[in-house]
Each structure stands twice: as structure tokens, then as C-alpha cells.
């Protein structure tokens, strides 16, 4: 049965449209299982009822106009219990209700499988059999198998049949779900766009001339770099320092070790070029893929889009010019930077991809531009939608294609809201993050590379709050040494001075391992990582930390963090080796000074050693994604459990008040660096808890200082108070809603105001 299995899921997943799915469903089914009828009921949720929508084995004509009112009959006791119903005879269940116009009346065993995505049931997979039959384990377990399975497709191949004929006047006006990147309202028309080259399609094949062949990659190599220098240059007036680093880290995989002599190896054991890159691309993205890092883990996509890039240039191939519109909303499965880059900013009106998170450079590079976007928009059949006018809002990760009259009108008062929204945010510019009752929260950003470029905007940030240090590493084939980290770390040291810079320590293994340092575990969150790798091998510890004090010789700008620390013996260990580096680089002449060092506070048993950690270090930073992922038992990129992922559950609350607790008894300041820092949500609560500085992406320093300049800290602390007394996430994201929406400020974080 598998094998029938996945043969009916392929089916459907090529069918046009929901009808053909059906279709394909009912007949195949039937088939498999050898029953007299299959038929399909879908749950229309809008008019309340379940609706006949295919069936092989009772009458066609049935089809369309049989519908139940959910709830009723046996459909509705499956749909109400969502799961499997298993009848002998189903005449004699008291919920049963025979439907003569059917033909129903002359069978007796009965299968009903509910169709579920996301926790709805869509509708009932539904097995019919003249005589009495009670249907075999295997055979439920069959049926419920394909149900999961085709509920997805059921849900794509409905959108698709949608969009094939859109619109009547008296369809309800859908949206495609999606996860927001980028807030904002854009409305314009689609644009599709797709990797100009398959490298998965490249074969094997022996080179005729090994040393051709490595000139051809080189020359393709450099000829990526000078795309990617003329399109930093086109974005540059629109992005911040932080932003334009994605071309940095760009350049810093393109040129890296990895990439070049693991392709220039593979073409003289053999393979020819494109061969190669194949491989050595492949290889290079599966160590991102496999980190549960998400800004980490994105790259893996960029990784790919280089590797696409290079092999255009070695098949001589010239994308054809777009045409863009004036309102062009760039639409595909995997959007590359450069593809965005090459729209004219003032022609570029959203950003829709079926993949990929706010965490990928897409939706980075979206937020710097002040781009709405929506990642993961899985639902969207992307070849169909070509030309269609579509509307992108950012704030709620929705999609709509061919939005009727009403859905357009509202839109296009949002965007005019969003529009003034955007200029009183404007105005801050130069402002300080102070309450209205003169308190100041320094805001400060968190980056992983700092580009050369200094355009305006870098001005915003108190300084750095997090400073990544691990993707210079993972591109390379081996350990920097102290001098290359060194001069990495001076750049950004001197770009932000005196302002301070928080460096956090070499933060890999288990979800993130180097390619020249492997590491295989079975529950890489629980693994070894972060300060755990660095102790066990003191000579990388070390030697990232002569490099990083070296840089900040006449600076005196720099705060080391310590990452994923569970025991105070791990601060004892690490300050030894931090003390001992100093004085050796005293020793050999070196003007080093004692730099402030903190903890990063991410595992529940640091959380509960708060204030044994604050004895020994000289602040305390709080990565709230991690925290959360850990306190709730949740993998927030998993999708069958990441709507249980919420920074707003109590036990998150609490965490971070015993923490504050800990700090204060020895008088040490408390910053928070993970999304939750730049979420305006939630700055009612870190200011109510008396938080010291919030760190955050570029793109969200605005609307939390709006938030900071529009609140006392005495209202946030009524705020929090009754905050702590909610029992659940939902009730106190409602209350800090109301608590936006009463100075204003709903507008930042959903459309409208």
C-alpha cells in the first residue's frame, strides 16, 4: 500500500486544480482500498456546512449539491471528533442520516477519515462498501495516512482552481498565509522571477583540459563579485551599515576557501567544472541546512544563489532584462538579493517568496529597504500568478491575488495610514530613546558583518548589542588565525567608536558545525556548543580572544559575551582564560585593557543562577529566542509545533523577572538581544521589568523608540502588572494590543491605526 500511497500523493500534487484532486482522490482510493464508493466532503466553515464536492460510486449529479449542515450526520461526527470513524453498518448509528439523492441508502460499511492541516479539519475522506464490512487496520491506517497527506495538496490545488478563476463577485476574498517579514502594506502586480540557472541538473563529466576548466570556475568567480559590487552600489542610498553587510557576507562566501579550492579540488580529481561547483555547493549548503541557528540556517538559500550565479556565468548565459512595472510585487519559490537589487527601488512594492523566513536576507534586505514582505507563503501557486494585481501585507504575513473591490479600497487606506506612519517614524531620526517621564533605554544593534560603507542610519544605534562572530568561520576550510579575526573585529570596533561593542564568542557546534570541524549528535540543542566547544579546546578560545582584545587597543569600546552558559564553573574557566590572554598580550608589548564581561542568559539553568552569574561577570544579556525555545520545549522552525513558540507565554514573563531579580542584588545592568527587544509589543513589559538596553535589527529601532518616546515607565509597570496576571500568551498579547492601540500606536504592528 506505500507504494499506492505515494503514487496517489504525486497525483495529486501535478493536478491543475482542487476538482481534478478530488478527482484523482475518489477513483484512486477506491481503487486501492476495494471498496464500491469514495467520496470527498469539504467543510465550507463561511455557510456552515459540509459540501459533496467528488465521489466515485454514488450518483455525480449529487456532486455540488449535496450539503449537510456541519455537524450533522456521520461527516459531521468525523469532522467534530477529527478522527477515524469504523462502521459495520452505518444505518444503524444514531447519527447516521441517509441522503437519498445520493444513492447512499443501498450501502452499509462505512470509513470516514477527517482531512486535517494545521489543526482544522478541511473535510472527510469518506469509504462506502454494499455489504457489511468493518475496514482493516491496515486499511484505516492507509486511508488516514493519505489523508494527512493530501491535505496540503487539497489546499494548494483550491488556491490554484481560485486563482484559475477569479473573481465572482459573491466569492469571499481569501488570502494565502504566510510569515510576516517585513511590515508594511504594498499593492501592485506580480512579477515571477526563478533561478536563472539548475545546478541540480548539472551531470558528471570528465574535463577534457583540468587547467581550462579552473580558469573558466575563476573566471566566473569574479565575474559574481562584479555583480555583487554593482548591485551593493545600486542599493547602498537604501540601506544601512548593517544592511549593506549582507553583500559583505555575500563576498565573504564567494571568495571563501570552502567554495573555491573545494571546486578547483573536485575539478582535478576529476569532474568538470559545473560538476564541481555542484558538488562543492551541495556540501557547502547541507552544513547550513542542518543549523538550528535561523539567521544560520538561512544561508544555506545564499549558498545556493551563488553557486546558481556562478554556473550562469560558466554556461555563458545572459539573464533577459525584466520589465518591471511600476508597483512590482516580486514574487517566487527562492528570491535571490541580487534578483531584488535589480528592481529600481522606486518600482519595487513588496516581496512574496513560498519560502524562506524573516531571518533569510530576503527578509532582511526587505526590512532595510522598507519593502513589505511575506516569506513562506506556501499555499501560492507561483507559475499561475504572473501579471495579477496582488496585495502583500508585511505586518501579518497574508497574500491576497486578485483582490476584489473591498479587499483593495481597505488596502489602499491602510497603505495611506501606513504612509504617515512612516514619516512620524521618520522624525525620530536623531531622537534619544527616552520616556515621557525621562528614562532612558539605550537601543543598540545586533550584526553579524559590518560593511565598509558608512551611509546614514548607523547614527540610530547606541552601538552594537550582539556582534556574531561564527560566519567568518564557517566559510573557511580552516580556523582564522588570530591576525585575520583580529582585523575583522578592529573594523567594526572602529566604526562604532566610542560607542560600545559587544562581541559575543565563537558560538558553534551541534546545530552549527564548521566544515573542517565536524560534529554529528543526535540532539544538537542539548549538544555541544557555545562555551562547551571553546573550554574543551581552550587554543580557539584563546586565540579568538588575543584577536579581539588586540583590536580594541586604543578603542576601549569592547564587551566580550559569553554564549550558551549553563554553570557558573563556566565562567570561573572561561574569565581564567579571558585573565590569561590579557596578560600574555601584556607580556609580548601589547597595550590590551580588561574588557567588561557578560553572560548570555539563553538556557533555563542560567536563569535560575542568575544571580550567582551576575557575582562574577559585569552584565547579563538575554537571548530571548533561545530562552523561549528552551522554557517551552518548542523548535520554533518546526511547523508542527512552532505556534507553540510564543515570548509572551507567563513562564517566559517570570524567567525574565527572576533574572532582573538576580542582576539587581549585585547592582549589574540586564540587556535583551533577542526579536523580542524589537518587538514594540513588547516593550511595555522589558520597560516595565526595568531592563537596561534592548539590542535589535535595523529595521525595527524606529518603532521601538516610537513606542519608548509615547509611554512613562510608571504606565509600563501598570502594564506589567497585569501582564504577570494572565495565565496564558493569548491574554497577554490582547492586553498589550489594547495597551498600543490606547497611545496610538496599533499601526506598528498591524495595518491601520
Request: aromatic share 6%; with cysteine.
Amino acid at each position: 500500500m506505500l507504494e499506492s500511497l505515494r503514487r496517489i500523493v504525486q497525483e495529486v500534487n501535478n493536478a491543475r486544480d482542487l476538482e481534478e484532486a478530488l478527482t484523482i482522490i475518489v477513483r484512486r482510493v477506491k481503487g486501492a482500498v476495494g471498496a464500491d464508493v469514495c467520496s470527498v466532503y469539504l467543510n465550507d466553515y463561511d455557510n456552515h456546512r459540509h459540501v459533496l464536492h467528488a465521489t466515485d460510486g454514488l450518483r455525480k449529479d449529487a456532486v455540488g449539491r449535496v450539503r449537510l449542515e456541519l455537524g450533522r450526520g456521520l461527516i459531521g461526527l468525523v469532522s467534530e471528533r477529527a478522527e477515524p470513524i469504523n462502521l459495520d453498518d452505518a444505518a444503524n448509528h444514531p447519527r447516521y442520516e441517509c441522503i437519498i439523492d445520493t444513492g447512499e441508502e443501498r450501502y452499509h460499511g462505512f470509513l470516514g477519515a477527517p482531512i486535517i492541516q494545521n489543526r482544522k479539519v478541511l473535510g472527510v475522506l469518506v469509504l462506502r462498501q454494499r455489504e457489511q464490512r468493518h475496514f482493516g487496520e491496515d486499511e484505516v491506517t492507509f486511508v488516514m495516512t493519505l489523508a494527512s497527506q493530501l491535505a496540503g495538496a487539497i489546499t494548494f490545488a483550491r488556491t490554484s482552481g481560485e486563482l484559475a478563476r477569479l473573481q465572482d463577485e459573491g466569492i469571499p476574498q481569501r488570502f494565502l498565509p504566510g510569515l510576516a517579514a517585513s511590515p508594511g502594506i504594498g499593492i501592485g502586480v506580480a512579477v515571477v522571477v526563478y533561478p536563472p540557472a539548475d545546478l541540480d541538473a548539472v551531470p558528471d563529466r570528465r574535463p577534457e583540459d583540468p587547467a581550462a576548466e579552473s580558469e573558466d570556475f575563476r573566471r566566473a568567480v569574479r565575474n559574481v563579485a562584479d555583480d555583487l559590487d554593482r548591485f551593493a552600489s545600486r542599493t547602498q542610498v537604501h540601506l544601512s551599515t548593517e544592511d549593506m553587510a549582507l553583500f559583505d557576507a555575500w563576498r565573504l562566501m564567494l571568495e571563501s576557501d570552502t567554495l573555491i579550492d573545494g571546486t578547483l579540488s573536485r575539478i582535478r580529481d576529476g569532474n568538470w567544472a559545473p560538476g564541481a561547483l555542484r558538488e562543492t555547493i551541495t556540501e557547502h549548503a547541507r552544513v547550513f541546512d542542518n543549523m538550528d541557528d535561523t539567521y544560520l540556517r538561512e544561508r544555506a538559500s545564499d549558498v545556493r544563489d551563488l553557486g546558481r550565479c556562478i554556473l550562469m556565468h560558466l554556461q555563458n548565459q545572459v539573464a533577459a532584462p525584466i520589465q518591471y512595472p511600476a508597483q512590482a510585487i516580486l514574487v517566487g519559490e527562492e528570491i535571490s538579493a541580487m534578483q531584488i537589487a535589480d528592481v529600481p527601488r522606486e518600482k519595487l512594492a513588496g516581496i512574496v517568496s513560498t519560502t524562506g523566513s524573516g531571518s533569510s536576507h530576503v527578509g532582511i534586505l526587505a526590512r532595510g529597504m522598507g519593502v513589505p514582505a511575506a516569506m513562506g507563503v506556501s499555499d501560492l501557486p507561483v507559475g499561475r500568478v504572473e501579471g495579477r494585481e496582488m496585495v502583500v501585507d508585511g505586518y501579518r504575513g497574508r497574500v491576497y491575488v486578485s483582490p476584489g473591490p473591498a479587499v483593495r479600497l481597505e488596502y489602499q487606506r491602510l497603505a495611506a495610514d501606513d504612509a504617515a506612519l512612516t514619516n512620524e517614524l521618520q522624525a525620530l531620526r536623531h531622537l534619544p530613546a527616552e520616556t515621557t517621564d525621562g528614562y532612558l533605554i539605550p537601543l543598540y544593534l545586533n550584526t553579524g558583518l559590518v560593511s565598509e560603507n558608512r551611509p546614514l542610519g548607523i547614527e540610530e544605534s547606541a552601538g552594537v548589542g550582539l556582534y556574531r562572530t561564527e560566519l567568518p568561520f564557517i566559510v573557511r576550510d580552516s580556523f582564522p588565525g588570530e591576525a585575520a579575526q583580529m582585523a575583522n573585529y578592529r573594523h567594526v570596533l572602529e566604526l562604532f567608536a566610542p560607542r560600545p561593542v559587544t562581541i559575543r564568542t565563537l558560538d558553534i557546534g551541534g546545530d552549527k558545525p564548521l566544515p573542517y570541524f565536524p560534529m554529528h549528535e543526535a540532539n544538537p540543542f542539548l549538544g555541544w556548543r557555545g562555551i562547551r566547544i571553546t573550554l574543551d579546546h581552550p587554543e580557539i578560545f584563546i586565540t579568538q580572544v588575543r584577536a579581539v582584545l588586540r583590536a580594541a587597543i586604543g578603542l576601549d569600546n569592547l564587551q566580550l559575551l559569553l554564549p550558551m552558559v549553563s554553570t557558573v564553573t563556566e565562567v570561573d574557566d572561561a574569565l581564567l582564560l579571558i585573565r590569561r590572554a590579557h596578560d600574555e598580550l601584556l607580556e609580548e608589548g601589547y597595550q590590551v585593557r580588561m574588557p567588561p564581561v557578560g553572560v548570555m542568559i539563553e538556557v533555563p539553568a542560567a536563569v535560575y543562577q542568575a544571580e550567582a552569574l551576575a557575582r562574577r561577570v559585569d552584565f547579563l544579556s538575554v537571548g530571548t529566542n533561545d530562552l523561549t525555545q528552551y522554557l517551552l520545549a518548542v523548535d520554533r522552525n518546526n511547523p508542527h509545533v512552532a505556534k507553540l513558540y510564543n515570548e509572551y507565554h507567563p513562564a517566559v514573563l517570570r524567567a525574565l523577572l527572576q533574572i532582573l531579580t538576580g542582576a539587581r542584588l549585585h547592582g549589574k545592568e540586564v540587556s535583551v538581544c533577542g526579536e523580542m527587544a524589537g518587538d514594540p509589543l513588547a516593550t511595555f513589559l522589558l520597560l516595565g521589568m526595568g531592563v537596561h538596553s534592548l539590542s535589535m535589527g535595523a529595521g525595527s529601532l524606529l518603532r521601538v523608540k516610537k513606542v519608548i518616546r509615547s509611554i512613562s515607565k510608571v504606565r509600563a509597570r501598570e502594564v506589567l502588572k497585569v501582564a504577570l496576571q494572565c495565565e496564558d500568551a493569548g491574554s497577554v498579547r490582547r492586553l498589550l494590543l489594547d495597551a498600543l492601540e490606547t497611545v496610538g500606536l496599533g499601526g506598528l504592528v498591524r495595518p491601520g491605526r
